[in-house]
């Protein structure tokens, strides 16, 4: 009970300063502890717990467009139904005629009890819920490798403030959802003694959110995938193998199994052919990023000081073989485009390791974070969505974003 008792004054504190201006708190919070190089463990709880509490507040008055539109119709068609007449009407939105992701409908309608189907409410409630398991997929992460707390900051606030996680955050909910969830599924499965079935049960779950996560469940449970690259070099030549050949895989798989009614047939239907959306498919920035990725994954699981680490080796070869994956799947632009999605909340911890690994002095995190955090605000303001702060986001208390 002492344990949580000295964490009072903290959420005190945050809800006080947060009554005023959460955002306004949220960077004193960062630049306090950047300029006093060290944070201590209820620091970086605050960060955490308040870092999603502001991006949940900015979703909060986000107007729907687009995919949004449509969460935020089905969000409020649950308000009248049982749980069980949801589920079937959630899962086969969109023209589909079978069940294919159900979780995610219970999920909006639990929320939609719980928010009393307050719109707001429910983009705050899912946007802090997805935040939280992001942020403390980070922290997993450098608490069980002895990472300066201070660099675990900085993780936390480039997943806090990097536009392209923020503005997928209440897009394409249940991707995001999904993405969550195998993020901190992962930092769990390479740095924690989690059982391996309680980790197969949430990835069920998973699935069951956004199918196109099935992807990720080999990396999570493949025996070998933790494995020096010297001595498991025909698994991983056989994975990229398989990555090279996966529509021709896929097409096959397809037609021995005679159309599978379920996410797994969904998804392989989807991988055997060329789907297009209506965007131009990925950039030379995307396809950079891409090559960034694979190049600082390969040098921290094969080359770097911590590479004898097999969390290390399995957390880091996922983005490695995703991003490979995304470039050699070019020509399938939305597949391409929705795997790339999965790739944005591995940056902050890349970031995150190499400024440990180098020592990286606190002013030049700070030169760092301030160009972020002005891109967000930039992004934030003439960017494609619209989010109707009452005042501006440095003057708006957190009640007002429910007004």
């Not at 989807?270 to 950039?283: C, I, K, P, V, Y």
């Not at 680490?309 to 799947?329: D, K, T």
């Not at 790739?343 to 974070?369: D, E, H, Q, T």
Request: hydrophobic share 55%; net charge neutral.
């Amino acid at each position: 009970m002492r344990i949580y008792l000295r964490y009072f004054p903290i959420l005190f504190a945050i809800f006080a300063v947060a009554s005023v201006s959460p955002f306004v708190l949220c960077l004193f919070y960062f630049f306090y502890f950047y300029k006093k190089y060290e944070v201590s463990e209820e620091g970086l709880i605050g960060v955490v717990m308040l870092s999603a509490v502001v991006i949940g507040a900015i979703n909060a008055v986000k107007v729907p467009d687009n995919d949004l539109e449509e969460y935020i119709y089905l969000y409020h068609l649950s308000k009248d139904m049982s749980l069980g007449q949801y589920i079937w009407v959630g899962s086969t939105a969109g023209g589909l005629e079978s069940v294919k992701e159900p979780f995610y409908p219970v999920i909006v309608w639990i929320l939609n009890k719980l928010c009393c189907d307050n719109e707001a409410l429910f983009k705050f409630l899912f946007t802090v819920i997805n935040y939280s398991l992001l942020n403390i997929s980070v922290v997993i992460v450098g608490k069980k490798n002895n990472i300066n707390h201070l660099y675990i900051l900085f993780g936390l606030f480039l997943m806090t403030f990097i536009p392209y996680i923020f503005t997928l955050s209440l897009q394409i909910l249940r991707q995001f959802m999904a993405g969550a969830i195998f993020m901190m599924i992962l930092s769990l499965r390479c740095f924690s003694s989690v059982r391996i079935w309680k980790l197969g049960i949430v990835s069920f779950l998973m699935i069951l959110v956004h199918s196109s996560s099935l992807f990720f469940v080999p990396f999570l449970f493949l025996k070998g995938f933790d494995k020096k690259w010297s001595d498991a070099k025909w698994l991983y030549i056989g994975i990229l193998l398989f990555f090279v050949l996966i529509q021709v895989v896929s097409l096959f798989l397809v037609g021995a199994l005679g159309g599978l009614d379920n996410s797994l047939g969904y998804a392989l239907e989807r991988a055997s052919q060329d789907t297009q959306f209506e965007s131009e498919g990925l950039g030379i920035v995307a396809v950079a990023l891409l090559l960034i990725v694979i190049c600082c994954s390969y040098h921290i699981s094969v080359v770097s000081e911590i590479k004898d680490n097999p969390g290390i080796r399995r957390f880091f070869n996922v983005p490695l073989f995703l991003c490979f994956f995304v470039l050699i799947n070019l020509r399938q632009k939305e597949l391409a485009l929705r795997m790339l999605f999965f790739s944005y909340p591995f940056v902050p911890i890349i970031a995150m390791i190499y400024s440990n690994l180098k020592s990286v002095r606190s002013g030049i995190i700070m030169m760092v974070s301030i160009p972020v955090l002005l891109f967000f605000l930039v992004y934030m303001e003439f960017g494609v969505w619209t989010y109707e702060v009452p005042f501006s986001v440095f003057f708006t208390p957190l009640f007002c974003y429910f007004i």
